[in-house]
């Protein structure tokens, strides 16, 4: 079992910046790759970005590429989602999640096997 604990949500205006954290416990985090995905309210979760186990490999969403960051600390079992020139429509719950495989690459939903509770971001226009 892998537990993760999202935090650093918030609100926001349009155009500043917030850093989220993917607290992880449990068996080694090291070995999976980790992915954020963002669920806004009458919508499905869709893919942010992701990041492979050892941290080499990054996958964006064309939505946030250039304004997000993914990275991600083994040494402390945290991984990271940076959110620059925020904007209106990137309002969601954020969550973070352990793929069952090391690579980064998925995209799905349902090649995460684990997943966090959620942090709400806000922005305002």
């Known amino acids: 079992q892998v537990q993760l604990v999202e935090s650093g949500g918030g609100l926001v205006q349009a155009g500043g910046s917030l850093r989220l954290s993917c607290a992880a416990s449990?068996?080694?985090?090291?070995?999976?790759?980790m992915g954020w995905f963002r669920q806004a309210p009458g919508k499905e979760r869709e893919f942010v970005a992701a990041?492979?186990?050892?941290?080499?490999?990054?996958y964006y969403a064309d939505s946030v590429k250039g304004r997000f960051l993914i990275s991600r600390d083994n040494a402390k079992n945290t991984g990271y989602l940076q959110m620059n020139s925020l904007k209106p429509e990137d309002t969601a719950g954020y969550y973070c999640?352990?793929?069952?495989?090391?690579?980064?690459?998925?995209?799905?939903?349902?090649?995460?096997?684990?997943w966090g509770q959620g942090t709400q971001v806000t922005v305002s226009s």
């Open positions: 999640a352990a793929d069952r495989t090391p690579y980064g690459t998925n995209r799905q939903v349902s090649s995460y096997e684990y």
């Open positions: 990041i492979s186990a050892s941290g080499g490999s990054t």
């Open positions: 449990g068996r080694t985090f090291t070995s999976y790759a």
